[in-house]
Every structure is written in C-alpha cells, then in structure tokens.
C-alpha cells in the first residue's frame, strides 16, 4: 500500500531569501502558473503564490522584461494573463505540428460575420442580417460557437426577445487582444481598403 504524503504549504513570504533571490522566486512561481494554464490567470490567482508585499503587477513588468528576445511572450488577455508563442514564430508552429488552425478554415464571410458580431455585440441574427442583406445560416452560427469565438449574449428587449450573440474570452485569446478596446477602428479599416463603405 502506497503512502501518500501530505504535501507542504507553500511558503508565500521566502523570509529567509535575500530580497533579490526572493523577486527571482516570485517571479518564477508567476511563470510556472502562467504555463501551466490554458487560460488567462487573473491577478487574484497569481497573488496567492507570492508574499503579501510583492506587487503583482511588478513581477509580471519584470517577468515580461526577462522574456523579451525569448519566442514566447506575457500579455493580458480580458482579466488575466498567459505566456504564448510570439506571432512571428506562427508558421514554425504549424509546419512542424501540422496544426489545423481552427481560424484557417473559417470562411471570408465566417470572419466577416465575427467581425460584426465583435462591434456590434449583444448583435442578433435580424442585425447581422441587416448588416450583410441575408439570411446568416444557424450552420456559420454553429461554426463560431463551437470554436469558442462567439456566446450566447443577453435576449434582446426587442419584440420576441430573441437570443443575442457575443465574442467571448477565447475571441481574444485567438486574436492576440487584451479586451474589444483593441480592435481596430472600423474608420481604419475602411481606410485600409479592408470593408466596404
């Protein structure tokens, strides 16, 4: 019979580490956290590895310094943060997993209607129709949701109450954004030739 072992508490404070020694620690539980996650860790989750006295935020400045010219990088994504492969390694990471990118096989008009979805969110199929001048098939619906880009949204108050669609947290991760702030502007983007007037 195997004995199982309880396993130590963790000691937050490093007390007996000199100042500098105890940031490096901090700093490397942070990182440990971050790449043990498939989802953003928010900064409640991260505070319970460190000393009550270490600022949260600092570590993860100086975490993000110590990472630079590595092919992972920091960065905020909505509430929390994850350590991901920095975009221009991308094709690297596909040619040599051979990974289908569950962005590649979305449509022009799949992305478009995302896209929509992104600005105009709580946005219903009557205001996606509105803005496309069709009918968007609960198929392209389907696609969205179950990649994780879209949600269901609040029903709307509008006559029948119909359900609303919304861009959800994994919508940022797949897109490098940190909230909907960061998406361009629809003025730029028309600028840039990329929508239509």
Same mark, same amino acid.
């Given at each position: 019979?195997?004995?199982?072992?309880?396993?130590?508490?963790? @000691?937050?404070?490093?007390? /007996? %580490?000199?100042?500098? +020694?105890?940031? =490096?620690?901090?700093? #490397?539980?942070?990182? !440990?956290?971050?790449?043990?996650?498939?989802t953003p860790v928010p900064r409640q989750d991260l505070a319970r590895v460190v000393g009550q006295?270490?600022?949260? @935020?600092?570590?993860?400045? /100086? %975490?993000?310094?110590? +990472?630079?010219? =590595?092919?992972?990088? #920091?960065?905020?994504? !909505?509430?929390?943060?994850?350590?991901?492969?920095?975009?221009?390694?991308?094709?690297?990471?596909?040619?040599?997993?051979?990974?289908?990118?569950?962005?590649?096989?979305?449509?022009?008009?799949?992305i478009a209607v995302l896209a929509a979805i992104a600005y105009y969110q709580p946005a219903t199929?009557?205001?996606?129709?509105?803005?496309?001048?069709?009918?968007?098939?609960?198929?392209?619906i389907g696609r969205l949701h179950a990649r994780g880009l879209i949600g269901t949204g609040p029903?709307?108050?509008?006559?029948?109450?119909?359900?609303?669609?919304?861009?959800?947290?994994?919508?940022?991760?797949?897109?490098?954004?940190?909230?909907?702030?960061?998406?361009?502007?629809?003025?730029?983007?028309?600028?840039?030739?990329?929508?239509?007037?």
């Amino acid at each position: 019979m195997a004995v199982v072992r309880p396993e130590p508490e963790l @000691d937050r404070e490093l007390a /007996d %580490l000199p100042p500098e +020694l105890r940031w =490096r620690e901090w700093m #490397l539980r942070i990182e !440990a956290v971050l790449f043990a996650s498939a989802t953003p860790v928010p900064r409640q989750d991260l505070a319970r590895v460190v000393g009550q006295d270490a600022s949260v @935020d600092l570590l993860i400045g /100086d %975490l993000a310094a110590d +990472l630079e010219g =590595r092919a992972f990088e #920091l960065a905020q994504v !909505a509430d929390g943060w994850v350590l991901r492969s920095r975009t221009a390694f991308a094709p690297a990471i596909r040619a040599a997993a051979d990974l289908d990118d569950q962005l590649l096989d979305l449509s022009e008009f799949d992305i478009a209607v995302l896209a929509a979805i992104a600005y105009y969110q709580p946005a219903t199929c009557d205001m996606l129709k509105d803005i496309f001048g069709k009918e968007i098939s609960r198929d392209l619906i389907g696609r969205l949701h179950a990649r994780g880009l879209i949600g269901t949204g609040p029903r709307s108050p509008s006559r029948g109450a119909p359900f609303t669609f919304v861009t959800t947290e994994h919508f940022l991760l797949a897109f490098g954004l940190e909230s909907l702030r960061d998406l361009p502007d629809r003025e730029e983007l028309q600028d840039a030739g990329l929508t239509q007037g």
